[in-house]
């Protein structure tokens, strides 16, 4: 182990002002920290990184645990506040940096990289306010002789689990509410994007949050991460990935009864009554089918277009979706970025085979593309779907927009619930008592009406059923890391 941050050779750092935000190491006990054992990010393309086992999170774990009481006694919800506030510029004038390291390292574009580094930030410049507003309660009490009331309190270590489709944004929609609320954290970032996370804790650290509050694990041993779903001075896991992989993990916590956040998969509806503007519906479509090259947990992932509304629909999406542009997402004038990996194009591919098998049409796209360097899939639009077909129940996880014609409403509801996945849900139509009916029957966390944006700080973000549970940002974020201390004052006079 060492403590040099310097930085050396790598050729990405030649992409960056500051070269320094590039960092092949862990953050472990307040020191940048390496191992002989390592892994390559990108097959050797980007970097290495050090692969920490279980003794690494353990002293980990334990300096996170000593760090905070001292962090929340010390400082005042308007201290962190500041801290955060800071951290949220630092990383808003790197925003070059950061998305640079971030397209190279996940594909996204330039563009969609500093739009999540924005994104990013703004879950940090949120919670710094909710820092000032963790309001306990007085309650009036049954009893004469007593008083009551109720504080905040942070709920101790955190452990954070995060996937590679927002190496930026999904760390800082738990860090942040974690530091307002006084916890301090242990993050696992995504093995395959771990450079995005080190820039930001570097900056953190540039910020004034204390060292040891924040921890970085990096590993390719996913065994020795679920020590922090079982280490008993870890208090709070919040996870975010794949549905498997976090029920795995709720499992190995009620070992030790941790609080845990579940931000879990999906299987969207996208919803096109035939009172819809198609015009925006086809826009809004665009924007939560393909941002990311289809590869996030609130894309739409089943199209359902009212049968007088399809045929219009189609045409207006299938010319949209022509006019995309694959390639590096350094090139500016790339608009879809590869997938992740070679899996994900099988994944589509095996999803668009069996859609076309079983009498779908392809409109638009449909076979992987090796232009440049990397995983790539074309755009793609399949109509006549059915739920006889795998996509209709299998989250895509990339860029193909399957079409479903239905009839009524009633139709279109019961087929839109049918899955176990609750995440998020869109529908367009101009019809006032439909929007609000159809709304309020979507059986999930979060709904677009007329839009395809659903994503923001100030937004409740969540699922039900097996979507997961706990609400990230908002003004419900911060108490997913407090707990509520109720006080029973008796009456001192007798
Ligand atoms: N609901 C949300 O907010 C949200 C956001 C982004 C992605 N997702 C979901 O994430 C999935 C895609 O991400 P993914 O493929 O990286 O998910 P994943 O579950 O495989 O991995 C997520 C994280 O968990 C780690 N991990 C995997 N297996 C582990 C294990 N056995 N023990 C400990 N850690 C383990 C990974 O290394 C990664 O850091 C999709 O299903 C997507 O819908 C959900
Ligand atoms: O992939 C899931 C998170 C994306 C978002 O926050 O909009």
């Known amino acids: 182990m060492t403590d040099s941050t310097e930085n050396y050779h790598n050729p990405i750092v030649n992409k960056l002002r500051d070269a320094g935000l590039f960092i092949e190491k862990a953050f472990v006990d307040g020191q940048w920290t390496t191992k002989d054992t390592q892994f390559d990010v990108l097959g050797t393309v980007l970097g290495r990184m050090p692969s920490l086992d279980r003794d690494d999170f353990q002293a980990a774990i334990r300096s996170a645990s000593a760090a905070q009481p001292k962090f929340f006694e010390s400082t005042t919800g308007a201290a962190r506040g500041a801290l955060l506030r800071k951290w949220s510029d630092l990383i808003l004038t790197n925003v070059d940096d950061i998305a640079t390291i971030m397209s190279l390292e996940n594909g996204k574009t330039i563009g969609e990289a500093k739009g999540e580094t924005a994104y990013a930030a703004s879950f940090i ?190 045409e207006k999406l299938v010319q949209k979706v022509a006019a995309l542009k694959m390639g590096a997402g350094l090139d500016p004038s790339t608009t879809q970025g590869p997938l992740v990996n070679k899996a994900a194009v099988e994944k589509a591919q095996s999803h668009v085979d069996d859609a076309l098998k079983k009498g779908a049409k392809l409109e638009i796209g449909g076979k992987p593309r090796q232009d440049s360097p990397g995983y790539f899939f074309e755009p793609t639009v399949v109509s006549g779907v059915t739920t006889e077909m795998v996509v209709s129940k299998d989250e895509t996880f990339g860029p193909l927009a399957p079409i479903f014609v239905f009839e009524t409403e009633d139709e279109v509801v019961r087929l839109a619930n049918d899955t176990e996945f609750g995440l998020a849900g869109y529908f367009f139509s101009c019809d006032v008592g439909r929007a609000w009916r159809v709304a309020q029957r979507l059986q ?49 006079q007798q």
Do not use: H
Not at 285 to 291: D, N
């Open 125 to 314: 410049s949120w919670f710094a306010e909710e820092a000032t507003r963790s309001y306990g309660t007085t309650i009036p009490s049954s009893s004469p002789d007593t008083t009551l009331l109720t504080i905040r309190e942070p709920v101790g270590v955190c452990g954070i689990i995060t996937p590679w489709n927002f190496p930026a944004a999904m760390i800082t929609r738990k860090v942040g509410p974690a530091i307002a609320a006084g916890c301090s954290v242990v993050i696992k970032p995504p093995s395959e994007t771990p450079f995005t996370c080190m820039a930001l804790v570097k900056l953190a650290l540039e910020a004034g949050i204390p060292p040891q509050l924040i921890q970085v694990c990096p590993t390719k041993d996913r065994a020795a991460a679920t020590e922090l779903a079982t280490n008993p001075l870890v208090n709070k896991i919040s996870f975010t990935g794949s549905t498997g992989v976090g029920k795995m993990l709720a499992k190995l916590a009620a070992g030790t009864l941790k609080k845990v956040s579940l931000e879990l998969g999906g299987n969207a509806p996208f919803i096109v009554f035939d009172d819809a503007n198609l015009d925006i519906a086809a826009e809004g479509a665009m924007f939560c089918k393909f941002r990311c090259s289809g590869q996030t947990c609130v894309c739409a992932n089943r199209l359902y277009v009212q049968k007088s509304a399809v045929k219009s629909f189609t």
């Open 444 to 492: 999930v966390g979060m709904v677009g009406v007329n839009t395809g944006k659903i994503s923001a700080a100030e937004a409740p973000f969540g699922g039900v059923k097996e979507s997961g549970y706990g609400k990230e940002g908002s003004l419900y974020g911060l108490a997913d890391y407090q707990n509520i201390k109720s006080i029973t004052f008796g009456n001192l």
